[in-house]
């Protein structure tokens, strides 16, 4: 008898928990097989250092392409190469089965959706099935945006797409991983739909990894910036330390990167001039990550964790140190520049 009340119980738990995910605007495209191949037209808004060189290795892969920037010279260079350019995202959401956006911010992504010739002021009536946003972006944002998307009707009905989706796929790698088309995908929305674009997402990066639902993306790229932001404080105030009291930044590099204090900062993006050839500490911090963009994420970073009343001290000093080298003129150059400019550490040569 007990045994049989478990399984009644089991079963009503199942049924409710099902009857609760379906009736939530973040589970709102029912589970079903979508197929990829209506992605013929590609629509790419954003074509700065990142979004050029992954729509490039989107035309590479074979897409029909067609692009919007707000930079006059950057669409001619398009529209010499015999790619379809556009005037507004309104117009290249008419003429793409997916949107592909990479802005700079939440307010640049949110004035391209929703803004005058946004790409969601067709009304209801939409013509693609898919967005993916890649921007670095607050996550509520993205789930927004999710939830205005699924509101809305495609013109046409293709395959098993009913209603328009929308995928927040953020990266990481820089510069270098899109130029090479080895970025890391991180993906929130609706599985199935994420496996629909999978393909698409590869030909641009090496990995997709999916990481939940709406806006689950974006919170795994903040919460990426965030450790190695910290990471890289960390390291450069141990290695500074070490300079002031006598040892090398070489030896103790050695010393962390086979022990327990091995990382990324140090092994694969030391800051120290000197220490290690093809990062931007070799170059006077110059082609890298730049610091107002890690600032800006922690911004990020700092704003959902008060929203959520998460104690992040960490965050809170991280963002203090980048403001501050932001403030002091080194916006431009790559993060690491922190070793120098907040820690005043030495090249190694020096």
């Not at 910290?230 to 030896?251: D, N």
Request: aromatic share 8%; glycine share 10%; proline share 4%.
């Amino acid at each position: 008898m007990a045994m049989m009340k478990m399984k009644i119980y089991g079963y009503r738990l199942r049924a409710l928990l099902s009857t609760s995910l379906s009736s939530s605007p973040f589970h709102s495209v029912p589970s079903r097989t979508f197929s990829s191949s209506s992605f013929e037209n590609v629509g790419f808004i954003g074509l700065g250092n990142m979004g050029s060189r992954m729509a490039n290795n989107l035309l590479k892969a074979g897409y029909k392409m067609t692009v919007h920037d707000v930079n006059c010279n950057v669409m001619k260079k398009y529209s010499d190469m015999g790619v379809s350019t556009k005037q507004t995202p309104s117009e290249v959401a008419e003429a793409s089965d997916v949107v592909i956006t990479m802005l700079p911010s939440s307010s640049h992504v949110l004035n391209v959706y929703n803004g005058p010739d946004g790409l969601l002021q067709g009304g209801d009536l939409l013509t693609p099935q898919l967005f993916i946003d890649s921007s670095t972006i607050d996550p509520q944002t993205s789930r927004k945006l999710a939830v205005s998307v699924s509101n809305c009707i495609l013109k046409e009905k293709k395959d098993n797409w009913e209603n328009p989706v929308m995928l927040d796929a953020p990266v990481s790698g820089g510069v270098v991983a899109a130029e090479a088309g080895s970025l890391t995908f991180m993906v929130g929305g609706s599985e199935d739909v994420y496996l629909a674009a999978k393909s698409l997402l590869l030909s641009m990066g090496k990995n997709a990894i999916f990481c939940g639902g709406p806006g689950n993306g974006s919170v795994a790229k903040i919460c990426n910036n965030l450790a190695m932001a910290i990471s890289m404080l960390g390291l450069s105030e141990a290695l500074a330390l070490g300079q002031s009291l006598g040892i090398t930044a070489s030896t103790l590099t050695k010393i962390f990167n086979s022990s327990s204090a091995r990382c990324w900062s140090s092994d694969s993006y030391n800051p120290v001039p000197g220490v290690m050839q093809g990062v931007p500490s070799s170059r006077n911090y110059s082609g890298g990550f730049a610091s107002k963009l890690m600032a800006k994420d922690l911004n990020l970073a700092a704003a959902s964790a008060e929203e959520v009343g998460q104690r992040c001290p960490l965050t809170f000093l991280a963002q203090d140190i980048y403001t501050e080298i932001c403030n002091d003129g080194h916006e431009t150059e790559d993060f690491s520049c922190v070793f120098q400019h907040y820690y005043s550490g030495k090249g190694e040569h020096n």
